[in-house]
């Protein structure tokens, strides 16, 4: 089965551009997670969907950062402008709407902005 | 939660040994409880979990200890393997139904052969 697909892998870009992550969830998991990782913070959540609905976005840094989840197979963060301080690894996970189940993580981006 | 330093806390073991990574909680809500493996380059990989009714429970090599009087949770690895190498991570959940988790900082475990 395929896990949670995330692209791309590594991003590198200069400051004041434009970035775009994407995350394909597992097929039956109506519940999606963003996720921000650092050495300084470790492993923060940074927004989370239900049923393509955002549920929580207090986690988002500030009002560069957006996320959208226009189906249940799909859903990208953007960063605009981008700043050197957003490099980081970006994960996304999902899980099933009931209690009690592991979210599912992809292998991430790697983010280097310049 | 785990230490909030700048650093991860580390074990360093020998290759056939027994591992025993510790994880305290604060939350007396949290009912469901989740150790994730993460090798270097990849995302955090689901190991096992435990809900808040059970105090034990087995896996192939590896078994999860939740102790809810001192909000303390294990993960015991039997005969460490080089590959068990990697940064183990504990998450609980506190009573919601959309399946959010918060991880600890993590611990770093170097097998040595």
């Known amino acids: 089965d395929a896990g949670v697909i995330q692209s791309p892998r590594h991003e590198v870009t200069e400051m004041g551009q434009e970035v775009t992550l994407r995350c394909k969830p597992i097929?039956?998991?109506?519940?999606l997670f963003w996720y921000r990782q650092t050495m300084m913070r470790g492993l923060e959540l940074l927004i989370y969907?239900?049923?393509?609905?955002?549920?929580?976005d207090s986690g988002m840094p500030e009002d560069r950062f957006s996320a959208k989840m226009p189906n249940a197979s799909f859903s990208t963060l953007k960063i605009q402008p981008s700043e050197p301080r957003d490099s980081a690894v970006y994960f996304c996970a999902s899980t099933k709407e009931t209690t009690n189940q592991p979210q599912h993580f992809g292998d991430g981006t790697r983010l280097s902005i310049l | 939660g785990e230490s909030v330093g700048l650093h991860l806390p580390t074990l360093s073991v020998q290759e056939g040994d027994n591992s025993i990574i510790n994880c305290a909680y604060s939350?007396?809500?949290?009912?469901?409880f989740i150790w994730y493996k993460q090798e270097s380059g990849k995302g955090p990989q689901f190991i096992i979990d435990?809900?808040?009714?059970?105090d034990k429970r087995q896996g192939q090599r590896v078994t999860v200890l939740l102790n809810k009087t001192v909000k303390h949770l294990s993960l015991q690895i039997a005969a460490t393997q080089p590959g068990d190498s990697a940064v183990y991570f504990c998450a609980e959940n506190i009573g919601s139904t959309l399946g959010r988790l918060y991880f600890g900082r993590g611990t770093q475990l170097t097998v040595w052969p």
């Open positions: 969907f239900n049923n393509n609905v955002p549920i929580d």
């Open positions: 939350n007396s809500a949290s009912d469901y």
């Open positions: 097929s039956g998991h109506n519940s």
């Open positions: 435990i809900r808040s009714n059970m």
